[in-house]
């Protein structure tokens, strides 16, 4: 008989401001929907419940994919079926691709009996992250199934490490217009100066250091980039605005929202947050530029899956 399981892949901020690629934190708010059966028909079938033209053909799918990797691995007749309601807009830098990715994923190894480890769930979404962005990185994937926030430290192999924070609030403001991961990983310089690469590692490692040590001045120094937000920042009407406005609203610090065009700030408590989201709430309406906030806390749970 085939089973069936509904699962929800949260939405993730991938890069933390300093830590492109290693870092990322997994959010309450917004989650897609998904339904995957298992069959015996070795093959995957992708079914969408929205109005996003995604491509079906599973090979071109971020959600196919991965699935696709657990297939020939399994080597025998297990196949999926999946039903994809988005709600995290592909293109919105809050991790469309790696929910759907992960969804699959975390549900393919429930309906199998939890034969994967995590490490080797992360493994297996990456793939959906490639057919998305043209490389493999673990950094929206990673949150999605750990929840919480993760540093990568390596992905070949994979290292990945849960790292304990203090409360946190996340604001984050989605102006609607699309930015590829692809479009905005192609416009970075390829080399960085030693004199940024010092004050880049040193944000990273004082981040990490501060997460941990429950230090929320030392958080809020840290949240610095001096290599991706300089070129990225272009692409996303409104940044130097927001990010002002919102640490005068008390916010610990922020930026860009994996490769954009999504803002997010960091704050103690859900006060400030609330203060940062009118900030950025006037922000676009100023700029006349239709958007999506949501005021949320790092979801140390992660995925929410429901038999
Ligand atoms: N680290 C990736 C990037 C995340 O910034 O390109 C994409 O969501």
């Given at each position: 008989m085939n089973k069936t399981i509904k699962v929800y892949p949260p939405g993730t901020v991938a890069?933390?401001?300093?830590?492109?690629d290693v870092l990322g934190l997994c959010l309450h708010q917004p989650t897609d929907e998904m339904e995957v059966t298992l069959t015996n028909n070795k093959q995957v079938i992708i079914k969408s419940a929205d109005g996003y033209a995604l491509p079906s053909d599973p090979a071109l799918n971020t959600a196919g994919a991965p699935l696709l990797e657990i297939m020939q691995q399994l080597n025998n007749d297990t196949g999926f079926e999946v039903l994809i309601k988005k709600n995290?807009?592909?293109?919105?830098?809050?991790?469309s691709s790696a929910a759907s990715a992960a969804g699959a994923v975390i549900a393919a190894n429930h309906l199998l009996g939890?034969?994967?480890s995590k490490e080797e769930q992360v493994s297996f979404a990456m793939f959906g992250e490639k057919v998305a962005s043209g490389v493999k990185h673990a950094d929206n994937v990673a949150p999605c199934i750990y929840g919480g926030i993760t540093l990568i430290?390596?992905?070949?192999?994979l290292d990945i490490v849960s790292i304990p924070a203090p409360e946190l609030w996340v604001t984050l403001v989605h102006p609607q217009i699309e930015v590829k991961t692809s479009d905005a990983r192609q416009i970075l310089r390829k080399q960085v100066l030693l004199k940024d690469a010092i004050k880049q590692w040193g944000n990273i490692a004082g981040l990490v250091a501060g997460l941990m040590k429950n230090d929320y001045g030392l958080i809020s120094r840290s949240?610095?980039?001096?290599?991706?937000e300089p070129v990225r920042?272009?692409?996303?009407?409104g940044f130097d605005e927001v990010k002002k406005k919102s640490l005068v609203a008390g916010a610990l610090g922020g930026g860009i929202s994996?490769?954009?065009p999504s803002v997010f700030m960091l704050s103690k408590n859900e006060a400030t947050a609330l203060a940062v989201k009118k900030e950025m709430n006037d922000v676009y309406n100023s700029i006349g530029l239709e958007h999506h906030l949501y005021v949320t806390r790092v979801?140390?749970?992660g995925m929410r899956v429901e038999w």
């Amino acid at each position: 008989m085939n089973k069936t399981i509904k699962v929800y892949p949260p939405g993730t901020v991938a890069n933390l401001v300093c830590g492109f690629d290693v870092l990322g934190l997994c959010l309450h708010q917004p989650t897609d929907e998904m339904e995957v059966t298992l069959t015996n028909n070795k093959q995957v079938i992708i079914k969408s419940a929205d109005g996003y033209a995604l491509p079906s053909d599973p090979a071109l799918n971020t959600a196919g994919a991965p699935l696709l990797e657990i297939m020939q691995q399994l080597n025998n007749d297990t196949g999926f079926e999946v039903l994809i309601k988005k709600n995290i807009k592909p293109g919105s830098g809050v991790g469309s691709s790696a929910a759907s990715a992960a969804g699959a994923v975390i549900a393919a190894n429930h309906l199998l009996g939890n034969i994967f480890s995590k490490e080797e769930q992360v493994s297996f979404a990456m793939f959906g992250e490639k057919v998305a962005s043209g490389v493999k990185h673990a950094d929206n994937v990673a949150p999605c199934i750990y929840g919480g926030i993760t540093l990568i430290r390596g992905i070949f192999p994979l290292d990945i490490v849960s790292i304990p924070a203090p409360e946190l609030w996340v604001t984050l403001v989605h102006p609607q217009i699309e930015v590829k991961t692809s479009d905005a990983r192609q416009i970075l310089r390829k080399q960085v100066l030693l004199k940024d690469a010092i004050k880049q590692w040193g944000n990273i490692a004082g981040l990490v250091a501060g997460l941990m040590k429950n230090d929320y001045g030392l958080i809020s120094r840290s949240l610095e980039d001096v290599i991706i937000e300089p070129v990225r920042s272009i692409l996303i009407p409104g940044f130097d605005e927001v990010k002002k406005k919102s640490l005068v609203a008390g916010a610990l610090g922020g930026g860009i929202s994996g490769s954009g065009p999504s803002v997010f700030m960091l704050s103690k408590n859900e006060a400030t947050a609330l203060a940062v989201k009118k900030e950025m709430n006037d922000v676009y309406n100023s700029i006349g530029l239709e958007h999506h906030l949501y005021v949320t806390r790092v979801n140390e749970e992660g995925m929410r899956v429901e038999w």
